[in-house]
């Protein structure tokens, strides 16, 4: 696929991002867009089966709110749209769960929020993870990580670097392919259902329910449109 030459200077200007230490030295902002990231304690494994990543998917939609959270009662046999969790404390517009890390891109709504948010997910997770692994002690590293997606083109990359991250899991080798690279990565894509990749897709699921995209750029209007965004980065050579 040939680039024209704003979208090249996009990728060149984007790509070095990540080869700068994400930190989180600043107050999370109102109405400002952020990646957050965390990973397992000395790397280690935070999700050890498909039951792990379901949990964590749920608890990104039972801890986005004001109301306490009551491990008992609301994460057996409740879907999204059944439970009734009121205003959400922050918006979020991506994720992906890997083997030991997770990526969040988030809006902060109001001061605190982020924080106060993190704080519920990480707590309920590392509980559950350490009853049912009768373990005691810290999952996650100290402190999550955050980048500020201050400027458009490196908010919109965040929703390719995110949702790409499956392919590296499925085959580390994957941009070394040669034949049907673009064909292969979406059918892998596809069959990753633990990101919101599949929601970008229009594909029907309780867990869009997670997303506000409303809270985020029109970046993708019609159906085919993230996707499209998508091939752009899997074709983009990135030894240029």
Partial sequence: MAFCCDYIQIHTKVKPLYNITMTR??????????????????????YLDDNDKERFVKLLFFCNS????????????LT???????????????????????????REKDGGNVSIFMQKL??????YFNVKNQRKGRLFESSYLSTH???DEYLKY???????????LIDSS?????????????????????????DYQ???RDQDLILNREAFPEYFPQLGDHSAYLSDWINFDTKV
Wanted: aromatic share 18%; with cysteine; hydrophobic share 35%.
């Fill in 149 to 151: 997606a201050n400027y």
């Fill in 66 to 77: 004001y109301k306490p959270l009551n491990m008992r009662d609301r994460h057996k046999g």
């Fill in 202 to 204: 229009g594909i029907k």
């Fill in 25 to 46: 030295r600043y107050t999370f902002a109102p109405g400002e867009y952020y990646h957050l990231y965390n990973r397992g304690v000395e790397k280690r494994l935070i």
């Fill in 158 to 168: 965040l929703f390719a670097y995110i949702h790409l991250n499956p392919l590296k």
């Fill in 122 to 127: 990480m707590t309920a997770y590392t509980m």
């Fill in 174 to 198: 994957w941009r070394e392919k040669l034949l049907y690279k673009e064909e292969w990565a979406q059918k892998a894509l596809h069959s990753y259902p633990y990101s919101s990749y599949s």
């Fill in 80 to 106: 999204f749209v059944e439970y009734d969790r009121g205003e959400r404390l922050v918006d979020i517009g991506a994720y992906c769960l890997m083997p030991n890390h997770f990526h969040l891109l988030i």
